[in-house]
């Protein structure tokens, strides 16, 4: 193996892991926004964003109702 590709080696598996954080960051963006903000079903919230986040749907839902739970939170 050569000193050149032992570089680019190191340097696919650097911004390979930062994507895979990144994406995974974002992938469970509601699951964040929910336990943030204390909302009461975080655990459902959670099941349906590891669920059915990869589809857009899913996660959109997902988003939501971690947005909606932590606005009506808000103004108990």
């Given amino acids: 193996m050569t ?12 911004f390979g ?5 990144g994406f995974g960051w974002l992938y469970f ?3 964040i926004v929910a ?20 589809t857009f ?3 959109v839902t997902a988003i939501m109702w971690a947005k909606t739970r932590a606005q009506d939170h808000a103004r108990a």
Avoid: C, D, Y
């Fill in 29 to 31: 963006l509601p699951s």
């Fill in 57 to 59: 749907i899913g996660w």
């Fill in 17 to 21: 892991s930062a994507f895979v954080v």
């Fill in 3 to 14: 000193t050149q590709n032992s570089v680019e080696m190191a340097i696919n598996f650097i």
């Fill in 35 to 54: 336990l943030k903000h204390g909302t009461r079903n975080t655990g459902a919230i959670f099941a349906l964003n590891l669920l059915l986040g990869w």
